[in-house]
């Protein structure tokens, strides 16, 4: 991503943050905060991160780094399957499973029956031999003209609408970022960070416990947000507690929710 795609995200992510919230902020793209936020009462400083689930090491999540992984090889796959196939260039798959070693052969054994099926979407079982009541692990197939020729195929596992909680993800994204407070209080005396959750990767998927109130670390404001559904804005009191406002844009809260309270 260039830094202007990057930039017009977060401009993206920061004008759904001030909706759900009911506040009209006129954003002014900035570096060390990412934006100068004006509204007719106010003005602050802004910074955006975005949290994951699971553990981190140097260099970032690693669930999103074994995603990616996957991601890479599950393109490999396609790649080679289109040199066998040419006719599949218009064809998404889906490969609901988790990854193992017989991916490759799982996929060509669904290709090889798609091609003699009429159906437009298809599914095929992993293991046909144990069907039974609950839907096995299989592969789903579409054939579209209209699919976007080159557009990656998936991996079920990790797009799955799964939320998780573990390890407090938000208090990582806090204190990722309480060390550039003081260069950020250069450009205002006010400022806040924005921590943003995405539903579109089981390992950006992230949405809190009811009961999370994290350490704002001298911020003076904390927004989570669970796109599109939720900002949890927080704020500390005269007295150092932490209190919490929820906003919502699709009537969900943390608390519609089903999260394990343990998610290793």
């Known amino acids: 991503m260039t830094n202007d795609q990057k930039k017009k995200s977060e401009i993206a992510v920061a004008e759904l943050a001030a909706i759900i919230v009911q506040e009209p902020w006129i954003l002014s793209p900035d570096e060390e905060p990412d934006f100068i936020v004006s509204t007719p009462d106010e003005r602050f400083g802004l910074e955006l991160t975005q949290c994951f689930s699971g553990d981190f090491k140097r260099g970032g999540s690693v669930d999103r780094k074994d995603a990616a992984f996957r991601q890479k090889k599950l393109n490999e796959i396609r790649a080679r399957c289109l040199i066998k196939f040419p006719e599949i260039e218009h064809w998404n798959l889906q490969y609901i499973f988790k990854w193992n070693d017989d991916v490759e052969t799982?996929?060509?054994n669904a290709i090889e029956q798609a091609q003699v099926d009429q159906g437009k979407q298809v599914g095929y079982p992993i293991f046909p031999e144990e069907q039974?009541?609950?839907l096995p692990p299989f592969i789903f197939i579409q054939k579209c003209p209209n699919f976007v020729r080159g557009a990656p195929w998936t991996i079920?596992?990790?797009h799955a609408p799964h939320v998780v909680t573990s390890?407090?993800?938000l208090q990582k994204a806090i204190n990722d970022k309480k060390g550039k407070i003081?260069?950020?209080?250069k450009k205002s005396d006010d400022i806040r960070l924005l921590v943003y959750a995405s539903p579109?990767?089981?390992?950006?998927n992230v949405s809190l416990r009811e009961v999370e109130l994290p350490n704002l670390c001298g911020f003076d404001k904390v927004y989570f947000m669970h796109i599109p559904n939720y900002v949890v804005e927080f704020s500390s009191d005269q007295d150092g507690s932490v209190t919490k406002n929820i906003h919502t844009f699709t009537g969900r809260t943390p608390q519609s929710f089903k999260i394990p309270t343990e998610s290793h």
């Open 167 to 169: 390890d407090a993800p």
């Open 106 to 108: 799982h996929i060509v």
């Open 200 to 204: 579109f990767n089981t390992a950006e």
């Open 182 to 185: 003081p260069a950020y209080r």
């Open 156 to 158: 079920g596992a990790d």
């Open 132 to 134: 039974g009541d609950v």
